[in-house]
């Protein structure tokens, strides 16, 4: 109870002080979804002595990001750290998402982290959970039509997309490559991952003239990207130089395919291949030359959540926006920089050393 006055008192605090900010409404978009609860006990630690409880509304486990993503949120939300975390995988699904979010609000957790599936519709959720005075945080993907959260830590995927098409312009240029025709196998429509890497990688292509020949979704699956790419292979066959494919698990599905059609990829391929997200495994195939290039997407927001968490506890107020950092990974030395929105990026030729201090 005493718990539930000081999330209250923290909620009407941040309300001001966003109030004073002129709106404090976050530049970012966000998805949403739900899931099966998965409770674990608490623990007689943390700050204040007293178990915090915090409900996680996951968006599933379609992909090894995403498994990364729920490894550390498990880690960091542990009893031993003095949490009781309320874990739901939401499989995908926006309403059972909500649906999450409501039993946690039910519960009377002290925080509600959310990954949301889709950007949108979140308002009237959100709305609820600040009427019963508990935090939000949003991590990874954005919410964009609400801003009633504490703080949201995440990437900036339009940049993500943005690195993509600079850096295949130099390589391009690098080889001598004057004609791009490139297929994308997008993410799961209406999360915000895929709205930003699609624009993002949209705006080198129009400025540079290049020609996207498709641009499909494969979900952020491995199944998915196989099964978008077979059709790719079949509809476009000898007119692609260039793959897009907009996470890792996409990229294994599209190259099982490519095999099965004989389309030759990575390094001295018919068909550069790129990715995003840099698991460890998919680093690797950077650097054996199987990917041309791979764009980090980092899962690990929640120790960073957990900072969130206990300034709150002690009466601070957070960063609205925290932004993860992101590097990206390629398997050749011939394009060492590239400039995205100004500012000059460092391309990491993939060595043993830099694979073995990968931490995910
Ligand atoms: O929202 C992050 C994206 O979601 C990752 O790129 C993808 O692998 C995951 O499923």
Redesign the pocket.
Known sequence: MKRKFLAMTLALAMGLSLAACGGGTASTPAPAETGEVEATTPAETGSTGDVITVGFAQ?GH?????TASTKSAQDVFSAENGYDLAFVDCDNDSAAQLEAVRNFIQQGVDYIII?PIVATGWDAVLTECEDAGIPVIVI??TIDDSDKYVSWVG?DFKVEGLACGEWLKAYAADKGITEINALVIE??VG???TIGRTEGFKEIADREGWTILDSQSGD?TEAGGQEVMESYCQSYAGQFNVVIC????EAAGAMTAMDNAGVTYGVGGDVILVS??ANKPYVQMVMDGKINANFE?N?MAAPTVAEIIQQLEAGETPEKEIYVSESWFVAEDNVSTITVNGEEQECIYVTQEVLDARPY
């Open positions: 968006v379609e992909s090894d990001w995403r990954d990874d993907r990437s993410g799961s999360a915000s991952a952020f907009q996470n890792d698990n995003f997200d997407c899962p």
